[in-house]
Structure formats: C-alpha cells, structure tokens
C-alpha cells in the first residue's frame, strides 16, 4: 500500500508539473502583449522599467519560467496583470461561486442519475427504457451552451420565471459570507443555471449506472437472492444497485476537475462571476498569471479526483489488491 501511493504521489506531481510547463510556454505564443494591459507606452521609461521588473517581464524567458515554478512550489501564483492583486485573492474572490454552482448540481445529478439508471435498467426493454435512454444521449450530446440558451429562451425570456443571468440583480450588492449566499434573490438566479448544469451533468451517471446494472442483474447472485424469496425491491436495492454502484462512485471525484473546467461555457452563458468567467476575461486580456492558477487548479482537482478514485475502487471492491 505505501509503494502505491508513493508512486501514485509521483505520477501526481509529474503531471502537475508538465501540465504547468505547458501552460507557461503556451500562453505566451499566444498572440497580444502582455505588458500592455498593466504598462501604458505613455508612462516614463523608468515607470515602465519599475512595472516590469515588478512583474517579472524584465527577465528573459527562462528565467521568467524558472521563477514560476519555484513560486508555484511555494504556491505562490503571483499577481494579476490586470488588478495587480494577489492571484490567489482574485481566485479566492470566484471559487465560492463556482462551487455553489457547480458541487449541488453535480452531486444531485448522480444521485438522480443512480436511480433512474438503475429503474430503467430493472425494467428494461420497456417503452420508458427507450424513450429515456434516447432523451439521455441526445441532451448528452447537444453543445451546453445551446443547452443554457435555450433554457434562457424558454424559461427567462417567454415565461419570465428566472433571471437571465448574474448572481443578483443589477444594482444590488451580494453580503459577504455564507449568508450572502442563502440571499433569495440569489438561489433565485443560482435557479437556472444549477437545472442547465444539473441536466447535462445527469446523462452521464444515468447510463453509466444503466450498463452497469444490465451487467449485474445477469450476475448468479442475483438469481440466488431470488431463490432465496427475497422480494424484487430487496433484490434491486440490497444486491444488484449496490453492487453496480462501484464504477459510479470511482468515476465522481474524476469529474469534479472536469466540471471545475466546463463551467467556462455555462457561466460564460448566464454570466455567472465564478471561475469559468474569470478564466474567459482573463484569456481575452492576457492575463497570464490568472489563467495559468485557473488551468492549474482545475488540473489539481482533476489529479486529486483520479487519485482518490483509485483509493475507492479498492476499498469499495476487496478483490483489488494494490501491491
């Protein structure tokens, strides 16, 4: 068990590190200068030396990635181009929106999923079976942001039932702290956004867990809980859904960083102030600094999910042995 995770430590801290050395060198063949969003050309030359070699810009490029590697070691993400405040505070300022958005969507998205996967499953073959599976794997596959718009469409702009978008309405101010998000008018515009997000997130754990469950109700044990007398409902919830529930509880952590870097389109599309949107103006304004914490979070979580996804699938399924 120690040599596992030593080695799944390693492996976590390479690709952290390739995933930070690509980010690096390619933001910056993107096309704009950077400097320009923080350094006006009308500033004195000295003004403009002082600006640079706060921001590390004065340097050749090695040793501008030299420098970021030892401060993301330290976690230290520097300052952002465009406010000239910590990366870590403008980060901080957006992750709180991101979760709210995205972690109750996501987890009633699987435990839905879960259920209806495994009903239809149970009575497959059936007219509901089809029709959900087909419903599944077309909202599965239509682009999100079409999705968000036309949810917009019908529910905001024809019924006027939710706001179009923003986290509150324009002119008010949010309190800060928990409270702030327990604001009406706040879970009345997080409303939408968490449905569209909740809808698309659901296809995945449905099928999943459907496939799964086909291939468990074939299992002899099943066959056995029958004979036993066991009662269909007891047979469905005690044997077979527990048992198909291993590839779903490995694959949640895994999608958490995945979730963390898709909500750039829904919160592009209901202009949500989180993570996603932060890291849209950021790319528009070459804030690098910004962009690289963003993408690096989001590959942390990604890791972090894999990793604890690995530890699940041994403890929830004894036969898997990691030495």
């Known amino acids: ?98 979760l709210l958005l995205l972690l109750p969507s996501l987890i009633a998205a699987y435990v839905v999923g879960a259920l209806i996967g495994a009903f239809i499953a149970w009575r497959r073959a059936g007219a509901l079976d089809t029709i959900i599976v087909v419903l599944a794997t077309a909202l599965q596959s239509a682009p999100v942001f079409w999705v968000g718009m036309m949810a917009i469409l019908f529910f905001s702009l024809h019924l006027d039932l939710f706001p179009v978008g923003h986290i509150v309405t324009p002119g008010r101010q949010m309190e800060p702290g928990l409270m702030g998000y327990l604001d009406p008018d706040v879970l009345h515009h997080l409303a939408l956004p968490f449905f569209v997000n909740f809808a698309y997130q659901l296809c995945f754990p449905l099928l999943l867990m459907r496939t799964s469950m086909l291939a468990t109700i074939g299992e002899d044990f099943i066959d056995l809980a029958r004979m036993k007398g066991l009662s269909e409902r007891k047979v ?58 963003c993408f690096m979070l989001s590959a942390l979580l990604t890791v972090m999910g894999t990793f604890i996804a690995d530890l699940l699938y041994g403890a929830l399924d004894p036969r898997i042995a990691y030495e």
Request: glycine share 6%; aromatic share 10%.
């Open 1 to 98: 068990m120690t040599s596992f995770l030593l080695r799944r430590l390693g492996f976590m801290l390479l690709t952290l590190f390739v995933m930070a050395s690509a980010m690096f060198f390619l933001f910056r063949l993107l096309p704009g200068d950077p400097t320009a969003t923080v350094i006006s050309p009308a500033l004195h030359p000295d003004a403009q030396a002082v600006l640079k070699a706060r921001f590390g810009l004065d340097k050749p490029l090695w040793q501008q990635y030299l420098a970021y590697i030892a401060n993301l070691a330290r976690l230290d993400f520097g300052y952002s181009f465009e406010t000239a405040r910590p990366v870590s505070e403008v980060i901080g300022d957006r992750l709180a929106n991101t």
């Open 236 to 293: 469905l919830m005690r044997h077979a859904m527990r048992n198909a529930l291993l590839p779903l509880a490995t694959t949640l952590p895994m999608l958490l960083g995945w979730a963390v870097a898709g909500s750039v389109v829904i919160e592009t599309v209901f202009s949500w102030p989180g993570l996603g949107l932060l890291m849209v103006g950021a790319v528009e304004r070459n804030d690098y600094p910004v962009v690289q914490a």
